[in-house]
């Protein structure tokens, strides 16, 4: 079993920054697929960011290109997430998900079904 515990997530303004960790209980970090998804009260999961372990290949909804950074340091067993030009739009609790192994399709990095672990969420707010 992983656990996950994510970070970082708080109260900023429009345009300000935040950069959300993802600390995972494994040895064996480096050989996850790790993921963040986010979810606004009242509507559904939303896929934000993925990485692949083998690759360092890196995948983001088109709502967070170029605004948000996915990242990883295996020596510390940590995934971080990026937030940059945040957007009232943006608000919402964010997770990160884990899956040991490799994604065949790309796809599957965009389907939260596919991960086999998630953490508690971090609140991200942004004020207008």
């Known amino acids: 079993q992983v656990q996950l515990v994510e970070s970082g997530g708080g109260l900023v303004q429009a345009g300000g920054s935040l950069r959300l960790s993802c600390a995972a209980s494994t040895r064996t970090f480096s050989l996850y697929d790790m993921g963040w998804f986010r979810q606004a009260p009242g509507r559904e999961r939303e896929f934000i960011a993925a990485?692949?372990?083998?690759?360092?290949?890196?995948y983001y909804a088109d709502s967070v290109k170029g605004r948000f950074t996915i990242s990883r340091e295996n020596a510390k067993n940590t995934v971080y997430l990026q937030l940059n030009r945040l957007k009232p739009e943006d608000t919402a609790a964010y997770y990160c998900a884990a899956v040991s192994g490799q994604f065949w399709s790309t796809r599957d990095y965009y389907t939260g079904a596919k991960y086999d672990y998630w953490g508690q969420g971090t609140q991200v707010t942004v004020s207008s």
């Open positions: 990485i692949s372990w083998s690759s360092g290949t890196t």
